[in-house]
């Protein structure tokens, strides 16, 4: 195994760095702020359907930011669910005004889409304006107790296909199972799920038999506790599970900091291209001032979002901005392939 730093661990390393630069300087005038925010409603966009992982850790940050800017705006949530947030990234990059007054959480992998350049995708990720995430979370592959499987090396020897249920191919719910396929594994992906939840429900009624999340995407489905097991991660969530780019060959490892970065970035939430400096601080300082809020970090814990260590939003625009350098020709290449494999 090679002794260089994984690259999505790097990028948990910077973001974990970053609250102390976002501090210095993401400061702006309270007045300046409360007669900009006074009496105005802020809008965000959530990019899944209500229930899921996404919409639970979007709700928890919108119920407590608008306490933390001045004026303390009303905030409302708008969900515009569809291709695994693209909808809503779209909409912000060509419907919204950059003015401050409408945010967006479109989920924790749509930036990927652009770095790979998939067809249709006229974004540029680099380009939006980030004000924070809660901070870095884990995915585990969790498959039913139903299939006689408990751990990795029972998957490994499997006679039966295991179906994965997915949305959009490029999030890590799709390429983390392409990946153990491709490597030699009897697995297959199920694309068309529109929301963490519905493929929760999926695996509750045996539509499928497996599902790869994030952590916070079982807290609300406690009805499944017992009936899933975890056997793969892409952090140390679970011991004795192995890590996902420790079971893949040397060649796929790039492919997996690709599909590890959401995990390094997190949920953030993000504003449109050239929004105000001053508004930007604004809002990147409210959001730094939410996450040390004990009240915000009670609600975020019981939907598993990471509390701590927050990212601040220019380190997260510079964590996007090296990932798409590092996407060479050759990496898109592969990854496209194995995003085309079901």
Do not use: C
């Not at 953030?268 to 809002?283: K, Q, R, W, Y």
Request: charged content about 15%; glycine content about 12%.
């Amino acid at each position: 195994m090679s002794a260089r730093v994984p690259r999505g661990y790097a990028l948990i390393g910077l973001g974990r760095a970053a609250l102390v630069f976002g501090a210095v300087t993401a400061g702006s005038s309270d007045a300046v702020a409360a007669d900009f925010y006074q009496g105005k409603t802020l809008t965000v966009i959530v990019g899944y359907a209500p229930g899921g992982g996404v919409d639970a850790s979007a709700r928890a940050i919108t119920r407590h930011l608008g306490r933390f800017i001045p004026g303390q705006p009303n905030i409302v949530v708008q969900n515009m669910e569809g291709a695994a947030g693209i909808v809503s990234v779209n909409h912000l990059d060509k419907r919204v005004a950059a003015d401050g007054l409408t945010l967006a959480v479109p989920g924790r992998s749509w930036y990927i889409e652009a770095i790979v350049k998939r067809p249709g995708i006229t974004f540029d990720p680099t380009r939006f304006t980030y004000i924070g995430s809660p901070g870095t979370v884990s995915a585990t592959g969790f498959i039913r107790t139903s299939t006689g499987i408990k751990t990795f090396d029972d998957l490994k020897a499997s006679s039966k296909t295991i179906t994965f249920g997915a949305l959009g191919a490029t999030t890590p719910t799709a390429m983390a199972p392409v990946l153990l396929a491709a490597n030699g594994l009897p697995v297959k992906v199920v694309l068309g799920y529109v929301s963490t939840s519905r493929i929760l429900l999926a695996l509750e009624q045996g539509e499928v038999d497996a599902s790869f999340s994030v952590g916070n995407a079982l807290a609300s489905r406690t009805d499944l506790f017992g009936k899933v097991v975890p056997v793969v991660s892409t952090g140390s969530t679970w011991p004795g599970v192995p890590l996902l780019r420790d079971v893949v060959r040397p060649s796929h490892k790039p492919i997996v900091d690709l599909v590890m970065a959401p995990d390094s970035i997190g949920v953030p939430l993000v504003g449109p291209a050239a929004m105000p400096a001053d508004v930007t601080g604004i809002l990147r300082k409210a959001f730094l001032a939410m996450a040390a809020d004990k009240d915000y970090q009670a609600d975020a814990q019981k939907v598993e979002l990471p509390v701590g260590s927050p990212i601040e939003g220019s380190q997260i625009g510079i964590m996007i901005g090296a990932l798409a350098a590092a996407a060479t020709p050759e990496v898109i290449a592969e990854f496209s392939r194995l995003a085309g494999v079901r």
